[in-house]
């Protein structure tokens, strides 16, 4: 069992890469016992789902019925708090703006990878999907991490 409680996923606006991670975690952690949400460090009002995310996120059986972009808060975050950034510059301002947050990785750090998601925002349907597919695989060694007790 994990010692995190809640995993946040952390993006810039909180409309595309981190609710698209946040719609597949909450798929494939059937045990349930880890909170998840999404958040963005840059949210100056509550926008929906990007519309190609909400499509790809359809194409797959999933959604977040009426998502808003939300930005990260210090309430948000707790000592049992795992937060996972799309880019280190997320991880950076992540540590910089919440000094008591002490689990923040990159996604892919996390995940035993390198790098940076790219976002997909202002791309095609294709762009998304590939998006989609790389958090599909970094979700997917995260929760196994995390159902090792790390």
């Not at 045990?31 to 949400?37: L, Q």
Request: proline share 5%.
């Amino acid at each position: 069992m994990s010692k995190y409680k809640k995993v946040i996923f952390v993006c810039t606006g909180n409309t595309c890469r981190s609710p698209m991670a946040e719609a597949i975690f909450r798929r494939m952690n059937n045990a349930g016992e880890i909170e998840v949400y999404s958040r963005g460090l840059v949210v100056l009002f509550p926008e929906p789902l990007n519309p190609k995310a909400e499509i790809v996120l359809k194409k797959h059986d999933l959604e977040l019925n009426n998502h808003v972009a939300k930005g990260l808060e210090p309430s948000d975050i707790d000592e049992n708090t795992l937060i996972l950034t799309m880019t280190a510059a997320h991880k950076k301002k992540v540590t910089e703006l919440f000094p008591e947050a002490d689990a923040v990785f990159t996604i892919k750090e996390f995940a035993g990878e390198m790098g940076d998601v790219i976002d997909p925002y202002g791309g095609s349907l294709l762009d998304y999907e590939d998006c989609y597919n790389e958090l599909g695989r970094l979700v997917k060694k995260t929760i196994y991490k995390l159902s090792e007790g790390i």
